[in-house]
């Protein structure tokens, strides 16, 4: 039982699995969020005007909803590694 919960957690977790990329694979800080810098780690090619559209709370950092509509969106692609 305990097993089959977990694996329903994860499903809903995972549920969008087109869209791979989540705040753990950009943020290198710890603090669950993304800055232009650390997006830049990953798309150098990201310009301020590009990070400030997705960033629809206007907070200069990227959370995870804000990543997955991007992506949706195609404003990112996913990471190539
Ligand atoms: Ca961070
Ligand atoms: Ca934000």
Redesign the pocket.
């Known amino acids: 039982m305990r097993r089959a919960a977990v694996s329903a957690i994860a499903v809903a977790l995972f549920a969008a699995p087109a869209f791979a990329l989540s705040v753990s694979d950009l943020d290198t800080d710890g603090d669950s969020?993304v800055s232009f810098t650390e997006v830049t780690v990953k798309y150098p090619s990201m310009s301020e005007e590009d990070f400030a559209e997705?960033?629809?709370?206007?907070?200069?950092?990227?959370?995870e909803a804000?990543l997955a509509a991007a992506l949706e969106a195609g404003m990112v692609e996913e990471p190539a590694d």
Request: aromatic share 0%.
């Open positions: 969020l997705i960033d629809t709370s206007d907070d200069i950092v990227l959370d804000e």
